[in-house]
C-alpha cells in the first residue's frame, strides 16, 4: 500500500494525502500548495505520508 501512497503522491499529491488521510486538514492544505505550484505539494504530500 505504501508503494501506491508514494506514488500518488508524487504524480498527483492531494490524491496521496487523500488515501492515507481521508479529506482533512492536511488534504487541503495540500491542494492549496499543488495548486499555487506543483512541487511544495509533493514535497507536503511525502512529508505528510511518510515523515509524521
Not at 500500500?1 to 486538514?25: E, N, T, Y
Amino acid at each position: 500500500m505504501s508503494i501506491l501512497i508514494l506514488i500518488a503522491s508524487i504524480l498527483l499529491p492531494p490524491l496521496g494525502v487523500a488515501l492515507k488521510h481521508g479529506i482533512s486538514r492536511d488534504f487541503w492544505i495540500n491542494l492549496i500548495l499543488t495548486i499555487i505550484l506543483f512541487v511544495p505539494g509533493v514535497i507536503h504530500a511525502v512529508y505528510v505520508n511518510f515523515l509524521r
